[in-house]
């Protein structure tokens, strides 16, 4: 059985509806997976360096799971990934801690698909957003996996962008379910 560990990049994980539901259905899911709650553990953007690495080197599948801020991570993901993916441990010539690992990224939009079209009013498709994902990925010989995302997950203050929250917690649920069977196929 693979050794799954999934970051949490939320900066605040209580008020969020999306990204708090996928990992706990995906936990329901897949009860040996690790989670670390970046917001939780590092509400003052301190990472500890050291035990992050350690978790990254037992893990066979590392999961980035985040609410996309600004077409990227949040600032605390980001800074974990600045602070955590060093040259020497991540990559460089004896950088190697990483190679042959899989990644995922797994992820929550606001606006929804028909606005992440040419033309539209987020002007790509989503997956034209990824390559700086792909090339961290490349560089420091992680695999990469097929991206999770949901779309139209906007919910602030009772205030939703496309769906209510029942259909915005339903395609939560669906999403840790294609998460989880995407984990399931690498075993
Ligand atoms: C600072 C900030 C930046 C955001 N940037 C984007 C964005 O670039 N594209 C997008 O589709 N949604 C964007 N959103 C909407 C979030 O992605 C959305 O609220 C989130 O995925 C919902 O997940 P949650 O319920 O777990 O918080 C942004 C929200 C915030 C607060």
Not at 53 to 60: G, T
Not at 111 to 123: F, I, K, L, P, R
Request: hydrophobic fraction near 40%; aromatic fraction near 12%; glycine fraction near 6%.
């Amino acid at each position: 059985m693979n050794n799954v560990l999934l970051i949490s990049g939320h900066p605040d994980l209580k008020s969020s509806h999306s990204n708090a539901t996928i990992i706990s259905e995906f936990l329901k899911l897949y009860k040996d997976a690790s989670v670390r709650r970046l917001d939780e553990m590092y509400p003052d953007y301190r990472i500890d360096v050291k035990s992050e690495q350690m978790a990254l080197v037992k893990a066979d599948i590392i999961i980035w799971q985040f609410p996309y801020y600004w077409y990227y991570m949040p600032a605390l993901l980001k800074k974990w990934l600045d602070d955590v993916f060093t040259h020497g441990f991540a990559h460089g010539s004896k950088g190697k801690s990483l190679e042959g690992k899989k990644l995922i990224i797994s992820f929550t939009t606001g606006a929804s698909e028909e606005e992440y079209q040419h033309g539209e009013a987020m002007n790509f498709k989503v997956e034209e957003f990824l390559n700086p994902f792909v090339q961290t990925a490349n560089l420091c010989g992680l695999q990469l996996l097929k991206p999770v995302y949901s779309n139209g997950m906007m919910y602030v203050n009772g205030i939703s962008t496309e769906d209510d929250l029942s259909k915005i917690k339903a395609k939560a649920t669906d999403h840790a379910r294609r998460l989880y069977e995407l984990v399931l196929k690498q075993e």
